[in-house]
């Protein structure tokens, strides 16, 4: 009967995100969790380095490189006999870096599942059944995954991947349409389908989506001369991959420009249709990221060309 009450209480959803990692040493029913430092040396024993590694109540359960530890978001009490440890491996500051793996933790057994959800952050919506544990992943790359559910049995991950559908979401228009984004980033830009569509006019969708990882650390949106701009860059990957986004307030005309490397391209809009101003915000842009990296990238000035997609 305790098993039953446990399992019906555990069925409501927990909306809240699991951002903050859980401070070690951390208290489970099966051991204590804390971060430990072992120390490796080569043969000949003239290069020693320190890598952290998990222990559970003392014992190793693995060791991390770099000393770059695992973040363990939320613990699990699945029945009577199993806790559940969600995990997060974490190698930097960007999504691009993540992936998660669920340690199981019994009074006589510990084992991993293998790893998944690459690319997801801001896990949600837990739930807790007799049949398993799921929640939500958010996706921003591939930029047509909208989210992941994540179910695990105990023993299988299994990952439903859900993307954007925007069918119905109809095109934004003009005027108070484009100048409501005044003050705001790329990454919320890009949550509404309508204006998703609004780039698909001037944009295959590969172009698209490079666009719209290339922005995904931005700047706000402001207003000049007519036009809303914004730029951003892929993460981790500032003064190589670039995007400059523009619409025309008046019209809803929008306009994109990408630098990738070397190469910086107005990508999906017309050939001869650029505005000049937008060339030369762009082109001022780029000078001061090459001025910044000229070690990587010279000093050359780059051109503005057209494409349709990336390279």
Known sequence: ????????????????????????PLQTRFGTLEEGIEVGCNRTGDV???????????????????????????????????????????????????????LSLKADDVTFSDEFGAYGHTPSMFRVSEEGISFRLERDFPATIDHQEVMFDGETTNI???YEDDGDAGIAGADIEVSKWL?????????????????????????????????SLGTEFELKDGYLFASG???SQGGSRHGYIAIEVSTGLPFAAQMWGDDVHI?????????????????????RLRERHQVVFGSRVAELSYTSACS
């Open 183 to 215: 003050g705001h980033r790329p990454s919320e830009f890009w949550e509404d389908g309508a204006e998703r569509n609004r780039f698909r006019q001037i944009m295959p969708e590969e172009a698209l989506n490079c666009l719209r990882t290339s922005t």
């Open 233 to 235: 860059m892929w993460p």
């Open 160 to 162: 439903r991947t859900v």
């Open 48 to 102: 020693c380095l320190e890598h952290a590694t998990t222990l559970l109540d003392g014992k190793k359960l693995w060791t991390h490189s770099n000393r770059v530890a695992p973040e363990f978001l939320r613990v699990f009490q699945w029945g009577e006999d199993k806790d559940v440890v969600l995990v997060r491996n974490w190698s930097g500051g960007a999504h691009c870096c993540t992936g998660y793996v669920l």
């Open 267 to 287: 990508f999906g809009a017309q050939q001869g249709t650029y505005s000049g101003i937008l060339a030369d915000w762009v082109q001022q842009d780029v000078t």
């Open 1 to 24: 009967m305790r098993l039953i009450c446990f399992f019906v209480l555990c069925l409501v959803v927990n909306s809240a995100a699991a951002q903050d990692a859980l401070p070690l």
